[in-house]
């Protein structure tokens, strides 16, 4: 059984990182993954010899949170395994969403007449406890956050928006309207100084 969950478990993330491989900027699925990976990573550094269980939830976010701390822990305890409740033999690994926070801001300007890029910034604080299975003891409690910043372009927040978790599907900064209103005032400009230009010689 335990073996089945494995499989399964590996499963899931090599669908994930298949289907996010592409030329574009990754999905915020991914983003999510990743970043609470390398937060994960860069604060458990020492080599466990025991197993790990970790108590999934049912949510969606959460599960996006689970995949990127398995991967973080990685290589960190002897086999890593998702579980439905408390296991007697290992850590049980709990962790609680704290704070959430993604969404679009003005990034920088491509040019001329090109509009600006989207800034995607993603903020997160985790609670993570790790308590013995022979005994419940708590074993390690952490809170860490998880960032991630990266700019795309308007055209790709179609493509890295989820479909299915409202939270990674935030609305991008400014209207269809201001899009073309600021290139539209700038050509109105230069073309208003070139009239007064040539009208006063």
Same mark, same amino acid.
Not at 102 to 108: A, D, I, P, T, V
Not at 119 to 143: F, H, S
């Given at each position: 059984?335990? *073996? =089945? ?43 466990? !010899?025991?197993?790990?269980? @970790? ?7 959460? *599960?996006?949170?689970? #995949? ?7 290589? *960190? ?8 409740? !408390?296991?007697?033999?290992?850590? =049980?690994? #709990? ?20 509009? /600006? *890029? ?11 406890? @790790? ?16 960032? #991630?910043?990266?700019? @795309? ?7 890295? =928006?989820? /479909?299915? @978790? ?12 201001? /899009? ?20 006063? /010689?």
């Amino acid at each position: 059984m335990r *073996k =089945n969950r494995l499989f399964a478990f590996s499963g899931c993330l090599l669908a994930l990182s298949i289907s996010t491989a592409s030329a574009g900027p990754i999905s915020n699925e991914q983003v999510v993954i990743n970043a609470t990976a390398r937060a994960v990573d860069s604060v458990y550094t020492r080599v466990t !010899p025991q197993d790990l269980n @970790i108590i999934s939830d049912s949510g969606s976010l959460d *599960k996006l949170v689970l #995949y990127g701390i398995s991967e973080g822990m990685r290589g *960190k305890f002897d086999r890593i395994m998702l579980a439905q409740g !408390p296991e007697s033999s290992g850590y =049980n690994l #709990y962790f609680d969403v704290l704070g959430f926070d993604l969404g679009y801001r003005m990034g920088s300007s491509r040019g001329f007449l090109r509009g /600006r *890029k989207i800034r995607r910034e993603l903020q997160c604080e985790l609670r993570i406890n @790790i308590r013995d299975g022979r005994d419940g003891a708590l074993r390690e409690t952490k809170n860490l956050g998880v960032s #991630y910043v990266d700019e @795309i372009d308007r055209s790709d927040i179609s493509f890295v =928006n989820s /479909r299915k @978790i409202p939270e990674l599907a935030p609305e991008p900064p400014g209207s269809s309207w201001s /899009r073309y209103a600021e290139p539209s005032l700038v050509v109105a400009s230069v073309g208003a100084l070139v009239y007064l230009f040539f009208a006063n /010689r």
